[in-house]
T-cell receptor, first 111, second 111 residues
Framework: DTAVSQTPKYLVTQMGNDKSIKCEQN?????MYWYKQDSKKFLKIMFS???????INETVPNRFSPKSPDKAHLNLHINSLELGDSAVYFC??????????FGSGTRLTVV | GENVEQHPSTLSVQEGDSAVIKCTYS??????FPWYKQELGKRPQLIID?????GEKKDQRIAVTLNKTAKHFSLHITETQPEDSAVYFC??????????FGSGTRLSIRP
């Protein structure tokens, strides 16, 4: 009954690999997000989808491709992983009241 | 464009004392001002929020005050306890889909 769930929680992979992180929310929210948090705790928005439509695409390399099959899911696929991609990635959803609900995060380590 | 400045970046207070974190925003259209708390290894969580038609809101030991003229809002924590140690974020919104978080304030409570 977790509101925003993302998998996996930890991901260790080699440079050059392709990986995906999945996110699902059961709150009925229309908007979902992906954030990247670096080692200094800087929390930066990457993408935002509203009802399956991309509405925010910040300056993120095109190796990162979000996919939203329906408004309850927003997955993140990363091609050709680099060392600098190591971070914690948070999925979040928001409803009409503007409040955010974050997932528990995916700690990605590229070696 | 929108910008948010949060001060201080780190704060250490004696247990039992008060802590104040200030957030300055630039977009006059901002109308929602939340504070998020992120404990070590966990997700950011909404702890208190305020809307532009209210000057102050309190919830037990935490309060948020808003000064629209000066374009800043502050988080006040009284009688601090060890569990208040965390990173605190003040994202600013101009619309539900445009949000800026930043690096937050790392609060440490000294025993």
């Amino acid at each position: 009954d977790t509101a925003v769930s993302q998998t996996p929680k930890y991901l260790v992979t080699q440079m050059g690999n392709d990986k995906s992180i999945k996110c699902e929310q059961n709150l009925g929210h229309d908007t979902m997000y992906w954030y990247k948090q670096d080692s200094k705790k800087f929390l930066k928005i990457m993408f935002s989808y509203n009802n399956k439509e991309l509405i925010i695409n910040e300056t993120v390399p095109n190796r990162f491709s979000p996919k939203s099959p329906d408004k309850a899911h927003l997955n993140l696929h990363i091609n050709s992983l680099e060392l600098g991609d190591s971070a914690v990635y948070f999925c979040a959803s928001a409803g009409g009241d503007y409040g955010y609900t974050f997932g528990s995060g995916t700690r990605l380590t590229v070696v | 464009g929108e910008n948010v400045e949060q001060h201080p970046s780190t704060l250490s207070v004696q247990e039992g004392d008060s802590a104040v974190i200030k957030c300055t925003y630039s977009d006059s259209a901002s109308n929602y001002f939340p504070w998020y708390k992120q404990e070590l290894g966990k997700r950011p969580q909404l702890i208190i929020d305020i809307r532009s038609n209210v000057g102050e809101k309190k919830d037990q030991r935490i309060a948020v005050t808003l000064n629209k003229t000066a374009k800043h809002f502050s988080l006040h924590i009284t009688e601090t306890q060890p569990e208040d140690s965390a990173v605190y974020f003040c994202p600013t919104y101009s619309s539900a889909s445009k949000i800026i978080f930043g690096s937050g304030t790392r609060l440490s409570i000294r025993p």
